[in-house]
Structures are given as C-alpha cells and as structure tokens.
C-alpha cells in the first residue's frame, strides 16, 4: 500500500493566484513527519516545509503553506500569489517516527505550471 | 546556509563498468542516505548510514550497491557492474537528527548517471 500519495499528477495555476497541491498519508505511527520538496527542472531537491504529528499549528514557510488534517491524514501544501518560478514538481514526503534512522518516503509528485 | 554537495553532476559510463559518487554532507549531520530517481519517476530510498555503518537498506539496494565513508567528509555510493537500468539521479541527503529546524533532510544537488 502506497504510505504517501499524491493523486494530481499535474496542476496549472494562474500567476497570482492561490494553488493547492494534495498529499495524503498512510501511517500507524503516532510520531511522524510530513515535508514538501520542490523539484525544478534543474534537478535539485529544495526543501520548502516541514510540519510534525505533534505540531498544533499549520506550518508556514513564506508563501507557502501547510494545511495539515491530522484525522483526515492529509497535509496538502498551499502556494499563495504563484510565480512563474513555482513551475516545478513537487513532492510530498514522510518520516516515520519509529523508523530510527530517518529515511524518507516520497509521493508520486504533482507537476506544477504556472500560466503568465 | 549549509549544503550538501556531490560530484560528479553528470557522468555517463559504459554498460558493466563501475561508478563512484561522492557526496559531502553537512559537517554535524550523523544520518546519510542515497536516493535514486529514474527519470519521471518519484524519489526512491536505497541506503541510510549512520555510526560508520548501514543503517538501513531498501531491496534496491543489493550487492552491486555499496556506501562507505572513507574518511571524516566524504560519503560515497559505489555502483559495480552498472547496467542501463541504472541511469538515474542519485541524490545525497544529510539529516542532524535532532529536534526542531533539525527534522530537515537536506538533499544535494544530484548526480546525473547515464549508462550507455
């Protein structure tokens, strides 16, 4: 069974506008945490949010979001004012908190386009 | 801001030949791992290494894989025999393993590896 899933395989946005890009999560660990990475098409992997099990409020990370729905296992990430350099894919990943050494596992990726 | 960093960006080798990546992760981070990404495909976990041994390994991560750390800096994944279902981007990711802006993996900026 997949532990994260990201069900858009791609999202346009307007340049400007608000963007939500869906993640969800499957763990029966009561400590875990959920990331977002950016992938542009350079390659590289940039971290963008972090947000724990225990965490009591939405992390926020300048334009970028974490809407995070602990009972619905969903941490969705929300770019607000999009910019043509949002163009990128992304990728939502977890840590569990009984896996000692960290590893992380990876959703399929969203590939995000932001229109001009 | 600290990075981790890896070499070569890009090699290309022969079929059967084998391949070292080399990767310098954050100086105080105790956690390393190797990621692999087949081209359009998500991010993969093959190997985490901590205390100068192998924490953790995926079944990608069989005998013609192996990681070590030769002295207080480098962090290298070696690939004997390759085979063209190898290309990928291997990425380098370093984690400090301890609370707070801690809870970061960071990742390097990848190496291409074609094998032709």
């Known amino acids: 069974a997949q532990k994260i899933t990201q069900t858009q395989p791609g999202m346009f946005v307007q340049e400007k506008e608000a963007v939500t890009l869906d993640c969800t999560y499957d763990t029966s660990d009561p400590s875990y945490g959920l990331f977002w990475y950016k992938q542009p098409s350079s390659g590289e992997m940039i971290f963008l949010i972090y947000q724990g099990s225990y965490d009591q409020q939405n992390a926020t990370e300048g334009r970028y979001s974490l809407n995070f729905q602990k009972a619905r296992k969903s941490a969705n990430l929300v770019i607000s004012a999009s910019q043509l350099g949002d163009s990128a894919m992304y990728f939502c990943?977890?840590?569990?908190?009984?896996?000692?050494?960290?590893?992380?596992?990876f959703g399929q990726g969203t590939e995000l386009s932001v229109k001009p | 801001e600290p990075e981790v960093t890896q070499t070569p960006s890009h090699q290309v080798t022969q079929m059967g030949q084998e391949v070292i990546l080399r990767c310098v992760p954050i100086s105080n981070h105790l956690y390393f791992y190797w990621y692999r990404q087949i081209l359009g495909q998500k991010v993969e976990f093959l190997v985490s290494?901590?205390?100068?041994?192998?924490?953790?390994k995926s079944e990608i991560f069989d005998d013609q894989f192996s990681v070590e750390r030769p002295d207080g800096s480098n962090f290298t994944l070696k690939i004997r025999s390759t085979k063209l279902e190898d290309s990928a981007m291997y990425f380098c990711a370093s984690w400090e393993a301890q609370g707070g802006p801690g809870n970061t993996i960071y990742f390097g900026e990848g190496s291409w590896l074609t094998v032709v």
């Open positions: 990943a977890m840590r569990e908190g009984n896996n000692q050494g960290g590893k992380l596992i």
């Open positions: 290494f901590y205390n100068n041994e192998i924490s953790e």
